[in-house]
């Protein structure tokens, strides 16, 4: 066991003190190579999958016994040497899943290599109301008394995907990373699929979570990361952090540019109360608000609402007002300003407006290098001129919209 894995036994131990419930499976790949190795053997594999035979079947049952038991030593110790001294886990492990064989596949027999066939949630339900932390090896038992090597992101999806469980968390010991080598923070289920046909080189593991993380996503868990486990902290951060560090992958969008309906009214107030008190935006009760929804568009990203703008028709005139443009300052100089603003400007088209105008103290020059220009209050039409504050003394923008 390496120094990372000492560190998340804490992590795991300091979730489970906040009644967060846990499931845990363990590989053994690594120990059953090494166990068949001392033994001058080697298994084949087969699409990156382990052809267990008799042989490798009792290294298999090794390698389960000696993790778990290290694992559970682990949890009993660790608590101990650690600030959550005095907190007592429960680890309990069981038959709780049920294998059958995956059987011959274009000819190849994969004799003892499994697959999940029957999860018995209600008995892990149970040790989970008792708050007792499950500790699951990737082994699975037929009603005939047969043993069977699974593969532990495999029983982990299945077992998430019974529970219907809030996250699963599939760890690897590589990030995702784009061809240019960026961290990529979230993918849905569809760019999950290209992303594992790229030609970028992935560890098996990594193949094999995302593969699961795209089916626990479809068959209804809500998110799934791909978490690297040799980074320090890597679980909590991930957890308790809005942004994360590992990839988060689900079946929508994280982040969606769309309309706005009434119950966004209290993240938009969020969002730009801030900015009605320093003066840049002006104030809007939750009313008006109500009144205008329909001409609000918002960013969502993960529940929170990180931009919103509005674009309001000018009566009498085939004009409209840009109002209430924010950008949550986490999420600022990402072009999420640019987006919304392409987006009024769509929806100004379709409006059949001829002109969209703005005023602004603070935010000029965004606009201008927008294609706006600054203009004077004659050039606006008589119903908005009555909506300019003169006390504000904002700069009036405006753009002529090509039809
Ligand atoms: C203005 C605002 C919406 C821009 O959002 P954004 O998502 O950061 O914008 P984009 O990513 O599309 O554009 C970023 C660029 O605009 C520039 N920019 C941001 N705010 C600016 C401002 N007030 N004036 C001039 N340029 C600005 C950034 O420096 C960046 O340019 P760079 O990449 O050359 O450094 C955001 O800064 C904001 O919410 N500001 C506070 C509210 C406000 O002023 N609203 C306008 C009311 S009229």
């Known amino acids: 066991m390496d120094e990372s894995f000492t560190n998340l036994i804490h992590d795991f131990a300091l979730l489970n003190s906040l009644g967060i419930r846990l499931v845990l499976v363990h590989g053994i790949r690594p120990q059953i190579d090494s166990a068949l190795k001392i033994r001058g053997q080697s298994s084949q594999f087969q699409d990156s999958l382990r052809i267990t035979d008799k042989q490798s079947l009792q290294c298999v049952k090794e390698s389960a016994g000696f993790v778990r038991v290290d694992i559970e030593s682990l949890l009993s110790q660790g608590v101990a040497n650690s600030p959550m001294s005095g907190a007592e886990l429960r680890v309990i492990s069981g038959n709780f899943i049920t294998a059958q064989p ?94 594992i046909n790229q030609e970028l080189q992935l560890a098996v593991n990594t193949q094999q979570a995302l593969k699961s993380a795209i089916h626990g996503c479809q068959a209804g868990v809500k998110r799934v990361h791909i978490l ?20 988060l992958i689900s079946s929508a969008q994280f982040e969606s540019l769309r309309p706005a309906i009434i119950g966004d009214i209290p993240g938009i107030l969020e969002l730009i109360s801030p900015l009605e008190k320093k003066g840049i935006l002006i104030s809007r009760s939750p009313e008006q608000l109500e009144i205008n929804i329909a001409d609000y ?23 409209g007002l840009i109002a209430c443009l924010a950008i949550h300052p986490d999420y600022q100089k990402s072009a999420r300003g640019n987006q919304l603003l392409e987006r009024l400007l769509q929806k100004a088209a379709k409006q059949s407006f001829t002109q969209v105008f703005a005023f602004s103290t603070q935010s000029m020059q965004w606009f201008i290098e927008r294609g706006f220009s600054e203009i004077n209050m004659q050039q606006l039409p008589n119903d908005l001129e009555t909506n300019y504050n003169p006390l504000r003394n904002a700069k009036v923008l405006g753009k002529q919209l090509i039809m």
């Not at 008995?123 to 005939?144: K, T």
Request: net charge negative; proline share 1%; glycine share 8%.
């Open 297 to 319: 568009i918002i960013i969502e990203r993960d529940g929170l609402i990180i931009g919103c703008t509005a674009l309001h028709a000018v009566k009498n005139s085939q004009t």
């Open 228 to 247: 690297n486990r040799l980074i320090d902290g890597a679980l909590l951060t991930e957890l308790f952090s809005r942004d994360g560090i590992g990839t």
């Open 102 to 195: 995956l059987g011959v596949i274009n000819g190849i027999d994969f004799q003892y290599t499994g697959k999940v066939r029957r999860i018995d949630s209600t008995a892990i339900r149970q040790q989970l109301d008792l708050e007792n932390i499950l500790l699951i090896s990737p082994i699975g038992y037929s009603p005939s008394g047969d043993l069977f090597n699974l593969s532990a992101e495999q029983v982990a999806t299945e077992i998430a995907i019974s529970l219907q469980a809030e996250k699963l968390i599939l760890m690897t010991e590589q990030s995702c990373q784009s061809a240019s080598g960026e961290l990529i923070a979230q993918m849905t289920t569809d760019e999950t699929k290209e992303f």
